[in-house]
């Protein structure tokens, strides 16, 4: 659907461009091929990060959503390059807009379908916790606010003749895009580098804390790959126990987190209180 939709609006802005001659209407244009190649990479990214693992991939493919959002980042910051180097062309030399009521209104129709799209995939994400439909999603609302502002920067030049607004307006929208694409590419760098689920951590906390069996539990580590949570730590139990009592403990821990946590990965490493630190820092050997 995100293909299609995107398609059609490429087409309708690119009517939109022929009937005005408005160098901001062709960055609109040129923007909407940026997400069509982006629509096709999530829909790619999707498909592979919902393969099972293999003897290759043994912790699966949910890596390909991270991937994808990165090139996301990477595909608005080079769309806002392009707009510069439109804008840049007739900054000094503004050309009069021809007929811009109508591409105005072909341009309004298409950034409808592509608002409509952005919402439906924004709220997708945030359901599934997708990082490759989330930065499609906001790769999308991007196009609609530099389409808004295009629009409405374009009837402030038509009604007072500074036409220079045109280059100038396409240049503004850049510099947003440019803001959008970095934040993309630091959300989405930050899981390719493994960094700390800080949310799920206080949560994880909050159920160790809780189950009286753990003497303790340390040694704490959580990373993202797409929508899975992969955990390690350390926790104690009373060396007495058999290791049947102790699988149980543990099994009970994981169900508890399975529920607060959807998609978690829990592996546990059992010591009993011998290696807790607390039981060495009171000198007990």
Same mark, same amino acid.
């Given at each position: 659907m995100?293909?299609?939709?995107?398609?059609?609006?490429?087409?309708?802005k690119l009517i939109a461009y022929f009937l005005s001659?408005?160098?901001?209407?062709?960055?609109?244009?040129?923007e909407s091929t940026i997400n069509i190649v982006a629509s096709i990479m999530m829909f790619y990214a999707l498909n592979l990060a919902s393969q099972p693992e293999d003897e290759d991939h043994r912790y699966g493919h949910q890596k390909a959503e991270n991937i994808s959002a990165l090139v996301e980042g990477i595909l608005i910051i080079i769309a806002a390059i392009l707009i510069i180097e439109a804008a840049v062309g007739r900054l000094s030399d503004p050309i009069p807009l021809e007929d811009i009521n109508l591409g105005l209104i072909i341009s309004l129709g298409a950034t409808s379908?592509?608002?409509?799209?952005?919402?439906a995939m924004m709220k997708e994400a945030r359901k599934s916790r997708s990082m490759a439909l989330e930065g499609d999603a906001k790769h999308l609302f991007s196009d609609v606010v530099s389409s808004a502002?295009?629009?409405?920067?374009?009837?402030i030049a038509v009604l007072t003749g500074l036409y220079v607004l045109d280059s100038?307006?396409?240049?503004v929208v850049a510099v947003l895009l440019i803001r959008m694409g970095v934040e993309v590419l630091r959300k989405t760098t930050r899981d390719l580098m493994d960094a700390t689920c800080e949310e799920e951590e206080l949560v994880i906390v909050g159920v160790l804390e809780k189950n009286q069996d753990?003497?303790?539990?340390?040694?704490?580590?959580?990373?993202?790959?797409g929508t899975t949570v992969f955990m390690d730590v350390?926790?104690?139990i009373d060396g007495k126990k058999t290791v049947s009592e102790g699988? &149980? +403990? /543990?099994?009970?821990?994981?169900? %508890?987190?399975?529920?607060?946590?959807? &998609? +978690? /990965?829990?592996?546990?490493?059992? %010591?009993?209180?011998?290696?807790?630190?607390?039981?060495?820092?009171?000198?007990?050997?």
């Open positions: 995100a293909i299609l939709v995107g398609l059609i609006v490429f087409v309708l001659n408005s160098v901001a209407l062709l960055s609109d244009a040129l379908l592509n608002g409509i799209l952005a919402w502002g295009v629009v409405v920067g374009l009837i100038v307006i396409a240049m753990l003497l303790e539990y340390h040694d704490l580590r959580t990373r993202r790959s350390h926790i104690c699988q &149980g +403990i /543990v099994a009970k821990v994981e169900e %508890e987190l399975k529920v607060v946590v959807p &998609g +978690i /990965v829990p592996n546990f490493r059992i %010591e009993d209180e011998t290696q807790c630190k607390r039981y060495k820092a009171e000198g007990k050997n």
